[in-house]
């Protein structure tokens, strides 16, 4: 195990940040700390850079006890959401900044930084300023000052957080691709559930300065945790006293399963490819997924009758019972 | 990898010109009112007084400048002065800029109360200053004077008062601009020199100090020409003694006192245009800088 | 592919406030502020506390007499009054100025960007000088307040000018025209916008402009020397009052009516201290 966090907990004043937070993070995977904002896991990322000291607890890092090493000794790479980047120096000096302060050889510096350069497509800008950078770039340049050193762990806090969706979603596949060519044992802060299961390898769901529940992609999914962990992955709806994914239920417009729900049409809303059906039943409105296709092939319209049954399949778990 | 479409379009950052970026209006006969009142204010009450100060130093030539300067009692001022303020400018930046660091990065307690205190000296009468200073360290019974007499230092009517004086009167000047500042740059990018690798010493020499740069830039600068000006604490410090604890301001007043006029303006615009090169000097780097 | 309610909310934005938050004092930090502390005591606080303890050691009814002197009296009647008569004019006149500079164009407008910060680099006693220049015995204007109670309003104004532009001017440029421009939409008036939107956001600069400008004036002293004469009772103000004293050896005096100046000093670190969270509170 790489990272290895025992019993973590951190107060700011009266707010629980962490409260007892075990976690093992497996070397040279992409790991994904994930949840809602004021979680715990932006307070988690930071405990293990040394930028901010646990209360309680230790971490281990590569098998070297680091809970009291302060931040410039432990040798991880830290990308800011906001970028951090050095305003005074070029982007090349940027990244030649770490390994500067290591006392490297100039030659090897220049080599080292023009190898990173070509790594995340900024070659040509290495003279500019960051402020002549787009926020995507400036994203990338962090990156490559961060993978300078060559960190043992790299760590990102919400590294995509402050770029408009379109960056962001390449910018993500990059991160992937580029994990995969350089392996590096990484752990990424997101509030985004579509981009932690998009890109991690493994995902840590925190709540409330506590995890939640430790697995892949597909195990947090098909098989949530709790409650919690379900309604964050996905959307979740409520039919006949259970509880399922919108789009793992099946609409039929005749009467034949007997265990089918009956109920009316409310409400038809399209988005894109996508069509949400909000059917009302005795239990209360039920949300439904279909495709584009599938709605028109049934022939849907509101005020229609139609019979709702889970498809087989589909993960559910039963409501909890109030109070 | 063949994303370089992902966002490789540089930022263009042409700053817009003000006349653009302001709808056009057409002015009111009020506008140009405003700006009559404004303009003849402040050439009655600053402008045509300051040229009158040079003009009269120039009526009977450059002689009187040239006087001045071969008059070795105004040189001796004239040094002092000198070393006095780059005395206290250098103390009152590292004062300043450490107590900026403490003041934005630290929390402490009685931390509010300092920040109120340290902009005291701006608003206290330098008269005060100078009696507050002979009442702690004055020779014969100020509270620290004797001891400090008779361990052989001497502080009042001697250079250390005058320094301490002329301290004391700037000492907010750096301060007030790089506080600001400070805040303003957050903590970010000292965290990331911190995870790169760099001490808490490289960090702030290669990236606070840089940042923070035209802050103390300006601070000195004002600090400067604030420090070539005291006169009042000055006064009550140095015992005015020919020669030896006499500064520029002080010359300027006795001068012109004995109705030496020509003197007294020589020297005034010596040290006026010292302040006004101080000021432009600002004007010059601060917009350049915005822009940035 | 589905899109959750619940996290779709705000973007993370409560990191970057906490990463802001001051971190608690450390060994080294601390040695610096013990350091910093130190010589900030004895330059200024433990001689400023000296002013005050030297007033009091006289006792209440001497301190009383000393103040309540005729002529020390007088002194501070013409200071105070003056300083805030000077105040007044620099609220609006300042305004008037810090507006120009912010919203009107023409050219040769930043060498008025200059003359605002002359008086408050030029040292005080050339302030005396300057003035004396234009407003002295040979003045081409005919004007001559030279050893005239005018001349202390005179020397106040002009070296009080830079405080209430200076706090206005950075306000007024932050404010919004969109602002403005929706007032207007409302059906607001040029004048209406002016009280009822503007005012109201330039109040604090303004109020914080005029405490600094009248603690300057209240203390001022070297443009004095050559403009006024110091004539008793006629254009004496405080501080020359105060040295007077100290030229007498009469230092215990001197402490008295310093601790006067010394209180109104305070008073007005108070009001923008109140001011600045003020501001700070209404975001």
Redesign the interface.
């Known amino acids: 195990m790489s990272i290895e966090v025992k019993g973590v907990s951190k107060r700011?004043g009266d707010f629980v940040a962490l409260d007892d937070v075990n976690v093992s993070i497996p070397s040279g995977q992409l790991t994904a700390l994930l949840g809602?904002?004021?979680g715990g896991k932006?307070t988690l990322l930071r405990i293990i850079?040394?930028?901010e000291s646990a209360d309680a607890g230790s971490i281990v890092i590569e098998g070297v006890e680091s809970t009291n090493l302060?931040?410039?000794?432990?040798?991880?790479?830290?990308v800011?959401?906001?970028y951090?980047?050095?305003?005074?120096m070029s982007v090349a000096k940027n990244v030649a900044?770490?390994l500067e302060?290591?006392k490297r050889p100039k030659a090897d510096v220049a080599r080292r930084v023009e190898e990173l350069l070509e790594l995340v497509?900024l070659s040509q800008?290495a003279h500019?300023l960051p402020?002549?950078?787009?926020?995507?770039?400036r994203q990338?340049m962090?990156l490559a000052?961060?993978l300078?050193?060559e960190p043992t762990v790299l760590l990102l806090?919400?590294p995509f957080?402050?770029l408009d969706a379109k960056?962001r979603k390449?910018?993500r596949?990059?991160l992937r691709?580029l994990h995969d060519e350089v392996h590096v044992t990484t752990v990424f802060v997101t509030?985004?559930?579509?981009e932690a299961l998009e890109v991690s390898d493994e995902i840590v769901v925190i709540n409330e300065g506590r995890v939640e529940q430790i697995g892949t992609p597909d195990q947090l999914y098909d098989e949530p945790a709790n409650e919690f962990v379900m309604?964050?992955?996905?959307?979740v709806t409520v039919l006949d006293n259970v509880r399922l994914?919108?789009?793992d239920i099946e609409v039929m417009v005749a009467p034949g399963d007997p265990l089918s729900t009956p109920g009316t049409v409310k409400r038809l809303l399209r988005v894109g490819f996508e069509v949400r059906i909000t059917v009302a039943t005795a239990q209360g409105d039920v949300t439904v997924?279909l495709t584009r296709t599938n709605v028109r092939q049934l022939g849907l319209e509101v005020g229609q009758q139609v019979w709702l049954a889970p498809a087989a399949g589909a993960h559910t778990a039963p409501v909890p019972v109030a109070g | 990898?063949a994303?370089?479409?992902?966002?490789?379009?540089?930022?263009r950052?042409a700053p817009v010109p003000r006349t653009q970026r302001r709808r056009w209006r057409p002015k009111s006969p009020a506008t140009y009112l405003i700006r009559l009142v404004v303009v003849v204010y402040l050439v009655l009450l600053v402008a045509w007084p300051v040229a009158l100060v040079a003009t009269n130093t120039f009526d009977g030539g450059l002689d009187s400048v040239r006087e001045v300067l071969e008059d070795p009692d105004v040189m001796t001022a004239l040094r002092l002065t000198a070393l006095v303020a780059v005395c206290s400018v250098v103390i009152n930046t590292v004062f300043g800029v450490g107590m900026s660091l403490l003041l934005v990065r630290y929390q402490f307690p009685g931390k509010r109360a300092l920040s109120a205190l340290i902009d005291l000296p701006l608003s206290v009468s330098p008269i005060v200053v100078g009696v507050s200073l002979v009442l702690v360290y004055g020779g014969r019974d100020g509270w620290f004077g004797p001891a400090l007499e008779s361990a052989g230092f001497q502080v009042i009517f001697a250079t250390p008062g005058i320094v301490m004086a002329t301290a004391f009167v700037a000492l907010p000047l750096v301060i007030r601009e790089v506080v600001p500042v400070l805040e303003e740059i957050g903590t970010?990018?000292e965290?990331?020199?911190?995870?790169?690798?760099?001490?808490s010493v490289?960090t702030f020499w290669?990236?606070t100090l840089?940042?923070i740069?035209w802050a103390v830039v300006y601070g000195v600068v004002l600090s400067m020409a604030r420090s070539l000006g005291e006169f009042g604490a000055v006064k009550v410090v140095s015992g005015n003694v020919l020669g030896e604890t006499r500064t520029a301001t002080l010359v300027v007043e006795e001068k012109y006192l004995n109705f030496d006029q020509q003197g007294a303006y020589a020297v005034a615009f010596l040290l006026a245009m010292v302040s006004v090169a101080c000021i432009v000097i600002v004007a010059i780097i601060r917009p350049k800088e915005e822009k940035? | 592919?589905?899109?959750?309610?619940?996290?779709s909310?705000?973007?993370?934005?409560?990191?970057?406030r906490?990463s802001t938050t001051p971190t608690n004092l450390t060994k080294a930090s601390g040695l610096g502020l013990g350091v910093a502390m130190l010589w900030f005591s004895l330059l200024v606080l433990i001689p400023l506390c000296a002013v005050v303890i030297t007033a009091a050691e006289g006792g209440w009814s001497n301190f009383w007499t000393t103040i309540t002197n005729e002529q020390t009296f007088s002194a501070i009647r013409l200071t105070v009054t003056t300083a805030a008569l000077v105040t007044l004019i620099n609220v609006f006149m300042g305004t008037l100025i810090a507006w120009v500079l912010v919203r009107d164009r023409f050219p040769g407008k930043a060498a008025l960007e200059v003359l605002i910060d002359i008086p408050f680099a030029l040292p005080t006693i050339v302030a005396g000088l300057v003035l004396l220049s234009l407003y002295g015995t040979d003045s081409p204007l005919g004007i001559d307040v030279a050893n005239q109670r005018s001349s202390v309003f005179l020397a106040f104004l002009f070296v009080t000018l830079p405080f209430v532009v200076r706090m206005v001017q950075p306000v007024l440029e932050e404010l919004e025209k969109d602002v403005e421009d929706a007032a207007a939409s409302l059906g607001a008036s040029k004048f209406t916008t002016f009280r009822r939107i503007i005012l109201p956001s330039l109040a604090p600069a303004i109020a914080a402009g005029a405490a600094l400008s009248f603690a300057r004036g209240v203390s001022e002293y070297g443009s004095l020397v050559l403009l006024s004469g110091n004539l008793p009772f006629q254009t004496e103000v405080v501080s020359v009052r105060i040295l007077g004293s100290v030229e007498n050896n009469n230092l215990a005096g001197a402490a008295s009516v310093a601790t006067v100046l010394l209180v109104i000093s305070l008073a007005v670190i108070v009001t923008l201290d109140i001011i600045q969270r003020k501001v700070a509170s209404r975001g």
């Open positions: 700011f809602p904002s004021g932006s850079a040394g930028l302060p931040a410039q000794k432990r040798n991880v790479g830290f800011f959401q906001h951090a980047a050095f305003k005074h900044f770490g302060i290591r497509h800008f500019r402020a002549q950078l787009s926020g995507g770039q990338r962090a000052r961060a300078a050193v806090d919400e957080g402050a960056v390449e910018l596949d990059w691709r509030h985004d559930q579509e309604g964050f992955l996905g959307e994914r919108p789009h997924l | 990898m994303d370089t479409s992902v966002a490789d379009r540089p930022v950052i970010e990018q965290q990331a020199a911190r995870s790169l690798g760099a001490s490289q290669r990236i840089p940042a740069k940035r | 592919m589905t899109t959750t309610t619940v996290a909310g705000r973007p993370a934005g409560k990191r970057s906490r």
